[in-house]
């Protein structure tokens, strides 16, 4: 089975069952995504990819000619732009880690439930959007294009690479997603993150900064997830960890 759309879809759907991949296709249609592309056949998946554009790729872990691991680890290879989604029905913690190892961006088993299924999907495509709104900026922002230059105020910057920067932590604020941050000792980098929790939804929360070199192997469980009263001999109250404490809010995770 190979169902293409005439005008195109950022999604690809691989798998050999092909009632399941029309159930797919039906549930991502009826809740208003584009229409998929479906394939049973793995052997064509890296053709398509080649010759066609996708920002999302589902695909299933047990597959007859090329199975699924095999075309993650292709895809992700050659691909590196592209969120792969594996689905399997093998519900075990070591599988899903392979294929997150392997590059998989999510991991979903069998049988799918369909609102997960859609959020998913929405998330991996709005990700794709904004990764291309943040590669559109270019190098030509400057600093009086700035929404918020106020917010900046306190970080020492005069190139247009720093002005990028600036516009890309303006963009991120609005976002849920993770933010990596990279830089040598000593440039900013939770200068950067307090900007970008201040510019959030997120600004009345707390922000917390934590020094992870400052941790241990055995305070990490507990620094992180904190305790109940009388978990172990010395806990004698009840202890917040940080990601309760910074729940709703911020956690700058330093020196990782």
Not at 33 to 60: G, W
Not at 161 to 174: C, D, K, P, S, Y
Not at 242 to 248: D, P
Request: include cysteine; hydrophobic fraction near 45%.
């Amino acid at each position: 089975m190979e169902s293409l759309p005439p005008h195109g879809t950022p999604i690809l759907v691989v798998d050999d069952d092909e009632g399941l991949l029309l159930s797919i296709k039906a549930t991502l249609i009826s809740a208003g995504l584009p229409e998929p592309a479906l394939l049973s056949d793995s052997r064509r998946a890296l053709d398509l990819l080649r010759n066609r554009r996708y920002q999302v790729v589902l695909l299933d872990l047990m597959m007859p000619y090329v199975d699924g691991m095999e075309l993650l680890t292709r895809t992700r290879e050659e691909f590196p732009e592209i969120d792969c989604v594996v689905v399997s029905a093998i519900d075990d913690v070591p599988t899903a880690v392979r294929a997150m190892s392997a590059g998989a961006a999510d991991y979903l088993v069998k049988p799918l439930n369909g609102d997960k299924l859609v959020a998913l999907v929405q998330s991996h495509i709005e990700k794709q959007r904004f990764r291309e709104e943040l590669s559109h900026l270019g190098h030509t922002k400057i600093f009086s294009n700035l929404k918020h230059p106020e917010a900046f105020a306190g970080i020492i910057a005069e190139d247009e690479a720093m002005a990028l920067v600036f516009h890309q932590a303006e963009a991120v604020a609005t976002t849920d997603y993770s933010v990596v941050i990279n830089g040598e000792s000593g440039t900013g980098k939770e200068m950067m993150a307090r900007v970008i929790h201040r510019l959030s939804q997120r600004c009345a929360a707390p922000f917390f900064a934590v020094n992870m070199a400052a941790f241990s192997k055995t305070l990490f469980e507990d620094e992180f997830f904190g305790h109940a009263k009388g978990a172990y001999t010395d806990a004698g109250a009840d202890r917040r960890g940080f990601f309760e404490a910074a729940n709703g809010g911020t956690l700058f995770l330093d020196e990782i």
